[in-house]
């Protein structure tokens, strides 16, 4: 190792000059470093995950156990209630592999892009409405529209789940009653990957046909005329899966909402099954979508 000839410090590096003092050491100046070799850029994943969804409709309970493992009696009941389910979510070309080995077993199986199943799950609220004679004038957050028979894809429906996050020390000496069940209906559309989602607590009725208390009856019904058939129950069945409350759509519940502001005492977070609920809508949705192609 060299040394500064003026300030006689260690050069642990050769250089022309000095790092420390600055003086001429005499040295020659070091070769710059190649630059790095660019690195290879990874392509990406060839689209997001698939959503395995299988539908027994027709299927034997020989190919369920064939497929799944299933017992007799857990393939019984598969068919008992014969509704299209979502059984697995794999990369794409696992996916794949998996799908073709339980068709191979003798079912029915499609793979749904998780990409659109995302878009599907982001709906546009309702806010309120009428019956007309040409379907439903409903008032969206998305503007004014008219709901016809011939444009609905399918309506899920399903109840929702509410509870209190666990209470701290200052919410245990505070008697909080329960926060109230809910429901909701989700209206997909031929030509609409964004489904319409109506909360019957926030529905607001332009009308003398519903009432608050029965306002759940009431969208029921008039969903229901609309669309026959193409309508879909099933999330009653799953156990909730709670999350974040979703925030008020408008209505009734927004004016609930302020009110609950104007107290001393905040609010109370809650907890809710709303975001399963769209997944589930989501998910069946576009599975109704692809099987009709």
Known sequence: MSAC????????????????????????????????????????????????????????????????????????????????????????????????????????????????????????????GIPSADGLALRTEAGARMLRADEILIVVRGPIAREHVAATDALRRTRVASPEPGYRFSVHLHRSVHPLEIDPFAFEFEGPQGRAGGAQLALGRWLGELAGPRQDDEFRHLPPALGPSAPAAGGASRAVDALAAGRRAPPVPVLDNVLQFRAYAAWRATFERVRRV
């Open 5 to 128: 000839p003026r300030c006689h410090r260690p050069l642990a590096v050769a250089r022309p000059t000095c790092l420390y003092c600055g003086a001429a050491t005499g040295a020659p100046a070091a070769a710059a470093a190649p630059p790095a070799p660019p690195r290879a850029v990874e392509p990406p994943p060839a689209g997001g995950r698939r959503l395995l969804v299988v539908d027994p409709r027709g299927a034997t309970p020989a190919a369920l156990r064939r497929a799944f493992g299933l017992s007799a009696f857990e393939a019984g009941q598969w068919l008992r209630r014969p509704a299209p389910r979502l059984v697995r979510k794999l990369p794409p070309p696992e996916a794949e592999q998996v799908a073709a080995g339980w068709r191979e077993a003798g079912l029915v199986v499609h793979a749904l892009d998780g990409e659109a199943v995302g878009e599907a799950a982001r709906p546009v609220a309702v806010h309120g």
